[in-house]
C-alpha cells in the first residue's frame, strides 16, 4: 500500500482559494485512481474529486463542480486538489486517497470503499 500525506490546508475567508497536495511513498506501481475526499464534523466522509492515473478522467461531486479542479503528477505520484470559491460549506478535514482496483465511471469514482490507501487528512476552514 502508499503511504499518502496531505499538505496545503488553512484557513480562509469565503471565496478564497486553497491548493491541497498529496505526496506519496512506498509502491505505487498499481494505483489506478486518486481522489479526494472530505468529511466534515458529524457528517459521514464524501467524495470530491477523482482522477485516473495519467488524468484522463476526472469525476467531481455536484457541490464542487465549476469550483474545484484535480490534478496529477504522474511521475512524482502525487494529486491535488485546486479550490476556487471556498464556501463555508467546504469545511471539512480533507483526506487524500488511492485505488489499485478498476472502478468503473460513475458514482463508485467517490465511494471510500473503493480506495484502500489514505493519507490522515488536512483541515480546510473557511469562514463566511
Known amino acids: 500500500q502508499a503511504h499518502l500525506v496531505e499538505s496545503g490546508g488553512g484557513s480562509v475567508q469565503a471565496g478564497g482559494s486553497l491548493r491541497l497536495s498529496c505526496a506519496s511513498s512506498?509502491?505505487?506501481?498499481?494505483?489506478?485512481?486518486l481522489a479526494w475526499f472530505r468529511q466534515a464534523p458529524g457528517r459521514e466522509r464524501e467524495g470530491v474529486a477523482s482522477?485516473?492515473?495519467?488524468?484522463?478522467?476526472?469525476y467531481y461531486a455536484d457541490s464542487v463542480k465549476g469550483r474545484f479542479t484535480v490534478s496529477q503528477d504522474q511521475i512524482k505520484m502525487m494529486v491535488f486538489l485546486q479550490m476556487n470559491n471556498l464556501a463555508p460549506d467546504d469545511t471539512a478535514t480533507y483526506y487524500c486517497?488511492?485505488?489499485?482496483?478498476?472502478?468503473?465511471?460513475?458514482?463508485?469514482?467517490?465511494?471510500?470503499?473503493?480506495?484502500?490507501?489514505w493519507g490522515r487528512g488536512t483541515q480546510v476552514t473557511v469562514s463566511s
Open positions: 486517497a488511492m485505488s489499485n482496483q478498476w472502478i468503473y465511471y460513475g458514482e463508485g469514482r467517490l465511494s471510500p470503499s473503493n480506495y484502500n490507501s
Open positions: 512506498g509502491y505505487t506501481g498499481d494505483i489506478q485512481f
Open positions: 482522477i485516473t492515473r495519467g488524468g484522463g478522467s476526472t
